[in-house]
């Protein structure tokens, strides 16, 4: 079945250095890009939404400077957290969707990533 | 607005059913996900129903009605390891995924 690659799986930084998140599509082209974040106790949040070459699409209330999302290849796409602070200490899991599969249950999950800020 | 309610936690016996309700509310809607989520980890997909009735896969069933906007989650021969989170998502006329806030599932011996 479809595999998402996420990278790294944990990872402590310092607070106002920038840490990126990989996830890679291993057998499947992923057309689209789902960046979740999901604190403890709470369900994901969906932070923005990304298609392969373009810009990304942010919620309301995430930042887009301070979250970049890059997507520019159909198998990888990346987000940074930049300047973190320990705040944004969370858990960020990516999603990826295939639309040109047909399969309406392409939704495949990364392994997630569990940020630290100290 | 868009909603998805389910509740919050259950608990449940080794070996016994229990069954987790889900009702959603979307702008449009193109199928419901059951996912289940361990601690730390990412969720796992467990089931996907867009047409009413009941899906089986093994200990795990998926019922939908669309016309009352409910699903459930219905797990058979409980095991220590079902105890889980269990995400309830559906796919809305855009084909965005909206979220309800899971229901922690604790199960004792």
């Known amino acids: 079945g479809a595999v998402v690659s996420q990278h790294p799986s944990r990872v402590i930084c310092k607070s106002g250095t920038s840490v990126k998140i990989e996830c890679r599509s291993l057998?499947?082209?992923?057309?689209?890009m789902f960046w979740y974040r999901q604190f403890p106790k709470q369900s994901l949040m969906l932070m923005a939404t990304?298609?392969?070459?373009?810009?990304?699409?942010?919620e309301q209330g995430v930042e887009k400077d301070k979250f970049l999302i890059n997507h520019a290849s159909l198998t990888l796409s990346t987000l940074t957290v930049t300047s973190a602070h320990p705040e944004d200490s969370s858990f960020y899991i990516c999603?990826?969707?295939?639309?040109?599969?047909?399969?309406?249950?392409?939704?495949?999950f990364g392994s997630g990533t569990r940020l630290t800020v100290v | 607005g868009q909603n998805i309610d389910q509740p919050t936690e259950m608990t449940a016996t080794e070996g016994a059913i229990v069954q987790i309700n889900c009702t959603y509310q979307?702008?449009?809607?193109?199928?419901l996900f059951w996912y289940q989520q361990h601690a730390g980890e990412a969720p796992t997909f467990l089931s996907y129903?867009?047409l009413d009735g009941l899906e089986e896969k093994g200990r795990f069933s998926s019922f939908l009605s669309r016309s009352k906007g409910y699903s459930y989650l219905l797990l058979k021969e409980l095991q220590m390891k079902d105890s889980a989170s269990y995400l309830c998502?559906?796919?809305?006329?855009?084909?965005?995924?909206?979220w309800g806030a899971g229901t922690k599932l604790i199960i004792k011996p």
């Open positions: 999603s990826a969707r295939d639309a040109n599969s047909g399969e309406i249950a392409g939704y495949t």
């Open positions: 057998d499947f082209q992923a057309t689209t």
């Open positions: 990304s298609n392969e070459g373009s810009k990304a699409t942010y």
């Open positions: 979307t702008s449009g809607f193109n199928g």
């Open positions: 129903n867009v």
């Open positions: 998502a559906a796919l809305d006329s855009n084909y965005q995924l909206i």
